[in-house]
């Protein structure tokens, strides 16, 4: 069993910056792929950013791509995602999700676990 709690969102700005971390239960967090997923309101959960077991690998949906990292801390069981640039359509509450692989998982249902999110607000 794998606990997920995120944390770093809040109001921002339209080009502002926010990093999101997400911190994870277990010992065995460097054996997971970790992805960023966003849901606004009335809209579908989408993908955000993936990254493998060892942080060698990472994709994007296009519209954050050159504005949003993802990285990893293995030591600390952590998951990063330093969002730039941000836009007001960049709002919405962000989920960080993990699977016990050790690929790039881009899609929701290769997910196992989830985190209660935090919510990101960017103002125009």
């Known amino acids: 069993q794998v606990q997920l709690v995120e944390s770093g969102g809040g109001l921002v700005q339209a080009g502002g910056s926010l990093r999101l971390s997400c911190a994870a239960s277990?010992?065995?967090?460097?054996?997971?792929?970790m992805g960023w997923f966003r849901q606004a309101p009335g809209k579908e959960r989408e993908f955000v950013a993936a990254?493998?077991?060892?942080?060698?690998?990472?994709d994007y949906t296009d519209s954050v791509k050159g504005r949003f990292t993802i990285s990893r801390d293995n030591a600390k069981n952590t998951v990063y995602l330093q969002m730039n640039s941000l836009k007001p359509e960049d709002t919405a509450v962000y989920h960080c999700?993990?699977?016990?692989?050790?690929?790039?998982?881009?899609?929701?249902?290769?997910?196992?676990?989830w985190g209660q999110g935090a919510q990101v607000t960017v103002s125009s």
């Open positions: 999700a993990a699977n016990a692989d050790l690929g790039l998982l881009l899609h929701r249902s290769r997910y196992r676990y």
């Open positions: 277990g010992r065995t967090f460097s054996m997971y792929a």
């Open positions: 990254i493998n077991w060892n942080g060698g690998s990472t």
